[in-house]
């Protein structure tokens, strides 16, 4: 079992940056796969980006590449997402997940993930 605890959310303008955190715990993060989803309002939970657990590899979805960086520091149990260049179609809650994996791994579909954070608000606004 681990458990996920979002931070770094909060109100921005057009164009600034946050870098989100997620802080893992009760059991070794190393050895989790990770990702970063995305919920906007009537919408369904998309996609943001994922790593592999040693963070060797990583993936975009299309609508952050260039933008957004996922990272981890596995020393620290945490996970990052640095958003930059935001917009207001960013605008979302943003939920940490995990699964436990081989070091390989790398997941960006939402069902194959079991852990989950509770969320932070991002809101991108002028």
């Known amino acids: 079992q681990v458990q996920l605890v979002e931070s770094g959310g909060g109100l921005v303008q057009p164009g600034d940056s946050l870098r989100l955190s997620c802080a893992a715990s009760g059991r070794t993060a190393s050895n989790y796969a990770m990702g970063w989803f995305r919920q906007a309002p009537g919408k369904e939970r998309e996609f943001v980006a994922a790593?592999?657990?040693?963070?060797?590899?990583?993936v975009y979805a299309d609508s952050v590449k260039g933008r957004f960086t996922i990272s981890r520091d596995n020393a620290k149990n945490t996970l990052y997402l640095q958003m930059n260049s935001l917009k207001p179609e960013d605008t979302a809650v943003y939920y940490c997940?995990?699964?436990?994996?081989?070091?390989?791994?790398?997941?960006?579909?939402?069902?194959?993930?079991?852990?989950w954070g509770q969320g932070t608000q991002v809101t991108v606004s002028s």
């Open positions: 790593i592999t657990r040693n963070g060797d590899s990583t």
């Open positions: 997940a995990a699964r436990h994996t081989y070091p390989g791994g790398i997941y960006q579909n939402s069902n194959e993930y079991n852990y």
